[in-house]
């Protein structure tokens, strides 16, 4: 009679009763692949290290879809005795299974680094890329094994492993990617040296800073502008020295004068001549023709004093002046004056003293004058740009109540840049992006995301501004994307949290999405249908058992969301449903109408 001599096996009774060895049978079932995918699913989920034997046995079953089921639930055992047979199915180069396979290797522990790395060699470069982003996403326990790969001849691999390390930015991987600094591949140094250049910004890092140094020196002009890019970028003092002399020895690259035009001003002020300049421009200061010059060379030498001697200049200029904020004001009220070089130097030199200072005042100041301005757009882009570029973090708070503005909610925006009609730029998306695109640049996407989400910002805008706005952020947003879109928030947020996680392939969203496909509000669960669906066959395990579900609602979303899959798996499952759904309305889903 069979294991089940009486009839279809109840898998989800089974599974509710946490009987394993009825699973098991039940994944041997063979005449419903349905019923094994389901059983081999449970199995996975109750995570019952008994199950590996029959979860290894179901890799080899005759329907796809079991075995999308076995590796993904071999995955969730992270038991480091499935290594060895999800890595035959890798080598096998399934493309239905290969994403999957490669998930659940990382889920197995330190032991499938080996295998993972061999995949970072691969022709396909969504493998490379994926291969990339599990190992890294492993953590720590990755770094030894890592390290031991690199003794391969094989040049992908290395290159693969320096990326890696360097994503992972653990000091322990130091001394190995400072030793593949001297490989004979140029592809390998450069992924060496950015590696490297991420972990001189970590503590003790600073030890590799000489090796990227005698980078500058490279055969390979793209090594040498990888290492001025790394160097720069650590903003360490000791390398200002080594960076302008090649530029002064005629040796460095153009991304070398990007480099050193992008450093500290202050650590570059014992190796500038700006001297004779400034003095120039003082002596000229009787002709009114020559305050431009005055105020960019005032921009120069920087300082609080600054601001005293921009006010003094202003004075002249039919202004009483003796303070920062009434050189504000006088800029505010100038903004269309005929006069506008001498606006423009005023705002460069207030720029100037900002990146000298990398002060708030001035930069708030310089953002004010630039939306005012004739050319609003234009100059105000270019102000955002400029700040971006010179790293000036003090502009933070600026920034955000430009972000906050442009939405229209002027309260916090009044507070830290006053005297600005900002509704005017409420209908601006592109500035409110950009500014918190900065934001993130500054302080890390992730507490960018807080901060604009803070309630001190005084605002709760519509849901759907998180597309124009918190979007720009990437993978920086996530955790907050996937607390907006947990149980307890009002569910317009949750719906387009949801969907903007599907939209920037958050890492970690498909148990939300799973929880949220049950939820009772339809916005909510229609949206994690769609999201589900995003995932493609890696939602095939959740997906496949709904569709035969006891409730209406479940089995429609869940059809909703697999013929948006479009993969021949996908279709497998849709043709067999086919065969016994009989409610109208779901079978015209299933027919794409």
């Known amino acids: 009679m069979g294991l089940f001599g009486l009839g279809r096996p109840d898998v989800s009774r089974l599974a509710a009763a946490r009987n394993v060895s009825g699973l098991i049978a039940a994944s041997q079932y063979g005449k419903d692949p349905s019923v094994r995918t389901a059983a ?56 239905v299974l290969s994403q ?52 391969t001849v094989v040049v992908p691999v290395r290159a693969g492993v320096a990326g890696v390390l360097g994503r992972l930015a653990d ?27 991420k972990l001189a910004m970590q503590p003790g890092g600073s030890t590799a800073l000489p090796a990227l140094v005698a980078r500058l020196n490279d055969a390979s002009a793209a090594v040498r502008n990888r290492a001025a890019q790394a160097l720069a970028g650590t903003r360490d003092a000791s390398v200002v020295g080594a960076l302008v002399a090649t530029v002064a020895q005629g040796t460095g690259t153009t991304a070398t004068l990007d480099a050193v035009a992008a450093l500290d001003p202050l650590a570059l002020l014992p190796f500038m001549e700006a001297q004779s300049e400034v003095r120039l421009a003082l002596e000229r200061v009787a002709r009114e023709d020559a305050w431009p010059d005055l105020l960019r060379a005032i921009g120069a030498l920087g300082g609080a004093e600054s ?19 009434t050189v504000g004001e006088f800029l505010l009220r100038s903004a269309n004056w005929v006069d506008n070089a001498t606006s423009a130097a005023a705002l460069d030199a207030l720029l100037a003293i900002g990146t000298r200072t990398n002060t708030t005042p001035p ?18 882009t270019r102000a955002l740009d400029q700040i971006a570029e010179r790293h000036l973090t003090a502009a933070v708070e600026p920034l955000l109540a430009l972000a906050a503005a442009s939405r229209g909610s002027d309260g916090y925006a009044a507070q830290v840049l006053p005297g600005l009609d900002w509704h005017a730029y409420a209908k601006m998306p592109e500035l409110r992006r950009r500014a918190l695109q900065i934001v993130g640049e500054f302080i890390g996407p ?18 759907d501004i998180l597309w124009d706005t918190v979007g720009v952020l990437g993978h920086g947003a996530g955790p907050l994307l996937l607390r907006l879109a947990s149980p307890g928030h009002d569910a317009a947020w949750r719906a387009h949290a949801i969907a903007l996680l599907d939209e920037l392939q958050i890492p970690g969203s498909q148990p939300i999405f799973e929880q949220a496909f049950a ?24 997906l496949a058992p709904r ?17 948006r899959i479009k993969t021949p798996p996908a279709r497998a499952v849709l043709d067999d449903l086919k065969k016994t759904e009989q409610d109208v309305e779901i079978l015209r889903i299933l027919d794409g109408e």
Do not use: Y
């Open 446 to 463: 992730e507490a960018a995301a807080e901060a604009w989400w803070a309630e001190d910002r005084g605002w709760r805008g519509e849901a």
């Open 100 to 151: 999957t396979v490669m998930a659940a290797l990382a889920a197995s522990g330190p032991a499938a680094v080996p295998v993972l790395v061999t995949a970072l060699a691969d022709d396909d470069s969504r493998i490379r890329q994926l291969a990339s982003d599990h190992l890294a996403g492993m953590g720590v326990e990755a770094v030894a094994p890592l390290v031991a790969s690199l003794s």
């Open 363 to 380: 930069l708030a100041l310089h953002l004010q004058f630039s939306a005012v301005s004739a050319d609003g757009t234009a100059r105000i």
């Open 307 to 325: 601001f005293r001697v921009i006010a003094g200049i202003l004075s002249r200029m039919c202004l009483a002046a003796g303070n920062i904020m």
């Open 547 to 563: 569709l035969t579900d006891p409730s209406w609602g479940v089995r429609k979303r869940a059809a909703t969301a697999l013929v």
């Open 40 to 95: 081999v699913d449970a199995l996975g989920r109750l995570g019952d290290p008994l199950a590996f034997d029959a979860l290894a046995t179901a890799l080899a079953d005759a329907n796809v879809l079991v075995r999308l089921a076995a590796v993904d639930a071999l995955g969730r055992l992270r038991d480091s005795r499935a290594v060895e047979p999800l890595g035959r199915i890798l080598r096998q180069r399934d493309p």
């Open 171 to 197: 000091a322990r991987g130091l001394d190995a990617l400072v030793g593949l600094l001297s490989d004979l591949d140029e592809q390998v140094r450069v992924e060496a040296v950015d590696a490297i250049g």
């Open 519 to 542: 939820d009772a509000n339809s916005d909510v669960n229609r949206a994690a249908a769609l999201a589900l669906a995003g995932l493609g066959d890696e939602a095939l395990p959740f």
